[in-house]
């Protein structure tokens, strides 16, 4: 097995010395008495940090990680069945910088001075946020939560007697509105509501990041979109609500309400626009007030 610790080594060294075109040399250099197929791995090893997310390829194939948590230059950390742990992995200040424009690259986000933070969508449906400085102290701060793994099913989160009546709430058309914390599980729970569906109706989404993968046939899928670098271009997901019901939806979902399209969403919910879902994260003062 190929010391973690030499292809670290060789690929804060090709970054940091500009010299990704002698990723073989710097591995001869770093460690000159490896054998030629102990040479071949570590080259490959390092090429495929080079590519993707480099350092965090690794834990972006671990199916049992559904966050990745980088706290500025430092050790990596990750949620898995809840509990945040810290990594093997550790990131320097310009390996975390080639990640993060790799990671906004390819989907056609970058940072600005004059806007610091920005949300995406990666191609496998994660979502990423970063906040660079001088808004992060100690940053730049990258963090990745992972979606598409599995496909839910109801049963996996109630008892089969809460199924039947979740069931129920869904496909007669009831209005459904699920409240957690973040992390709790929410947009995971409303993917396998969303399953319970009849496939033969037209179901319309609208999301700040798309999350939501529905195994139905007849969905149309719509993303919000943050204001550009001289502060126009955004699309609000209120503005989204509102064209989503000029789109004949036989069912409205909106992956999280936490501003004015709230009242969109309710609006339409009373005026015949039957079985609308969301999400919601309370506040603590939201939920002091109705305990």
């Known amino acids: 097995m190929i010391d973690e610790h030499l ?31 102990d040479r071949d791995r570590a080259l490959q090893e390092v090429e495929a940090r080079l590519h993707g997310l480099g350092p965090l390829e690794q834990l972006m194939a671990d199916p049992t990680v559904t966050e990745i948590m980088a706290n ?13 742990e810290p990594t093997d992995t550790a990131l320097d200040t310009r390996e975390l910088m080639a990640v993060i424009e790799r990671a906004l690259s390819g989907v056609g986000r970058r940072i600005d001075p ?5 949300d995406a969508r990666l191609p ?60 709790a599980g929410k947009t ?29 046939p007849h969905v149309v899928r719509m993303e919000g979109r943050p204001p550009g670098i001289e502060g126009d271009g955004e699309v609000s997901t209120r503005d989204l609500v509102r064209t989503a019901l000029r789109m004949r939806p036989d069912r409205l979902i909106v992956g999280e309400v936490r501003g004015p399209e709230a009242y969109d ?4 919910m009373h005026t015949g626009h039957r079985g609308g879902m969301s999400t919601i994260t309370p506040t603590r003062r939201w939920t002091r007030s109705i305990g």
């Open 72 to 84: 500025g230059p430092g050790v990596v950390w990750v949620e898995r069945a809840g509990a945040v």
């Open 124 to 183: 496998d449906g994660s979502r990423v946020n970063v906040v660079a400085p001088p808004i992060a102290v100690d940053g730049p701060y990258l963090t990745i939560r992972r979606f598409g793994l599995v496909n839910p099913e109801l049963s996996d989160f109630v008892s089969t007697v809460d199924e039947r009546a979740l069931r129920s709430f869904v496909e007669r058309g009831d209005a459904v509105l699920i409240s957690g914390g973040t992390g």
């Open 7 to 37: 292809v670290a080594r060789v690929h804060r060294r090709v970054v940091n010395e500009d010299r990704v075109d002698e990723v073989a040399a710097v591995v001869a250099l770093e460690s000159p008495l490896l054998s030629s197929t």
């Open 114 to 118: 004059l806007r610091p933070w920005v």
């Open 265 to 268: 969403l309710l609006q339409a």
């Open 188 to 216: 995971t729970l409303l993917n396998a509501l969303a399953g319970c569906l009849a496939p033969e109706l037209r179901v319309v989404t609208v999301e700040d990041a798309a999350e939501l993968a529905l195994p139905l």
